[in-house]
């Protein structure tokens, strides 16, 4: 698989893990499947064509945002016209993103995938869609400017475009959804992802196998299996997972204390939080919280 090393090609990944590139008319009538070493979000004002990733094909008309989760191969195919895109490129993993209003934060990790770690079948590409994208593609042109001539204060001026980009990409998710990846899924597909929402919003919440298999109207055994197979994760792997990356938005956005943190992502034992972070993140929640 062919991997572009971003942070290499561009200075203000390493600076402030974040770098933004416009293509006016993009043209690629042939397919070019490739990952990168960061987060790539691709935002088309205009223009159609097919976004492929794997085995799946996203027809792309009007102006979309999609995130590409670290390390997935995909390409965009587009007609003799081509496409308005701009390219964002984020290096979470060494780069905190902006402390977002509370309300706003559980929504960042059904959106960006904080760590590598995360990865799952519904977000190896995650695709929000837009009748104007004006609004957005203001706070990008501007980072992009601020990024080209780098004035006075420019690096706080882009931490500022980008929390505006990111509060309004929540928005957008919370009034009209995502559109995941779309794996082949089984039969119980419906209720499975409406069981996945259920964990996405109520993550801190206590939840039985009893209780979750209840809800979604199946057997136990069979709740395991087809929430495997159509998410690539265990129900309670998940459910951790998602419960980690709350923890991590506030690791770095507040200074409440760690075991305070641990009991609102919804871990009883702080003992065992910080031994799954650890496990997931590759860091303990406290060096986590120091850049680390």
């Not at 945002?65 to 390219?87: C, K, P, V, W």
């Not at 509370?102 to 869609?129: A, E, S």
């Amino acid at each position: 698989m062919l991997t572009y090393r971003i942070k290499q090609r561009l200075p203000s990944l390493r600076a402030l893990g974040i770098a933004v590139e416009y293509f006016p008319r993009y043209v690629n009538q042939q397919m070019n499947l490739h990952a990168l070493d960061v987060v790539l979000l691709t935002f088309i004002l205009r223009g159609r064509g097919r976004h492929v990733i794997g085995s799946e094909t996203f027809v792309e008309s009007g102006s979309s945002l999609a995130i590409t989760h670290y390390g997935q191969e995909h390409g965009i195919l587009t007609d003799s016209r081509g496409m308005e895109i701009l390219n964002v490129y984020l290096d979470l993993q060494n780069h905190p993103l902006p402390s977002l209003p509370r309300v706003l934060q559980p929504v960042l990790p059904l959106l960006l995938p904080l760590h590598p770690r995360f990865q799952h079948r519904l977000n190896r590409i995650v695709r929000l869609q837009f009748d104007d994208p004006k609004p957005l593609a203001e706070h990008l042109f501007a980072i992009r400017a601020e990024l080209e001539s780098r004035p006075a204060g420019y690096k706080e001026a882009v931490q500022l475009r980008f929390k505006l980009f990111l509060m309004l990409c929540c928005r957008h998710a919370i009034d009209h959804g995502v559109i995941p990846s779309r794996p082949d899924a089984p039969a119980a597909q419906p209720r499975i992802e409406a069981l996945r929402q259920f964990l996405d919003q109520h993550y801190a919440e206590s939840h039985t196998l009893e209780g979750l298999a209840e809800r979604a109207g199946l057997r136990r055994t069979v709740l395991c299996r087809v929430f495997k197979a159509y998410t690539g994760k265990r129900v309670f792997d998940y459910l951790i997972e998602r419960r980690i990356q709350a923890a991590m938005i506030r690791l770095r956005g507040s200074d409440d204390k760690v075991i305070g943190i641990a009991l609102e992502a919804g871990f009883n034992d702080l003992a065992y939080f910080n031994r799954k972070f650890k496990q997931l993140v590759g860091v303990a929640p406290s060096d986590y919280r120091a850049g680390g």
